[in-house]
Nanobody, 121 residues
């Protein structure tokens, strides 16, 4: 089992940037693909970005492509989400997930507790 802890959320003005981190502990984290999802109030959890275990392959939702960048730390036990040019519609609780290279939330068995990102207009 993998334990995941997100950090880095906060309040930012539209056009600003934030960097989210997801620190993992537990068995063989470095071999797991990782992903970020987000859930706005009253909406379903949606895919944001995913990265392969090596970091060599990434996938992004169309809504964040060109603005967000997912990456892994050199020790592979931390995953980052650099968010630039933030928009009010990016406001949500952001979750990291581990286990598979997928865009479907139901495919993931390990989740963090989430970190709130609020973008003011």
């Amino acid at each position: 089992q993998v334990q995941l802890v997100e950090s880095g959320g906060g309040l930012v003005q539209a056009g600003g940037s934030l960097r989210l981190s997801c620190a993992a502990s537990g068995r063989t984290f470095s071999t797991y693909p990782m992903a970020w999802f987000r859930q706005a109030r009253g909406k379903e959890r949606e895919f944001v970005a995913a990265i392969s275990w090596s970091g060599g392959s990434t996938v992004y939702a169309d809504s964040v492509k060109g603005r967000f960048t997912i990456s892994r730390g050199s020790a592979k036990n931390t995953v980052y989400l650099q968010m630039n040019s933030l928009k009010p519609e990016d406001t949500a609780v952001y979750y990291c997930a581990a286990g598979t290279m997928s865009v479907v939330a139901a495919d993931f068995g390990s989740w963090g507790q989430g970190t709130q990102v609020t973008v003011s207009s």
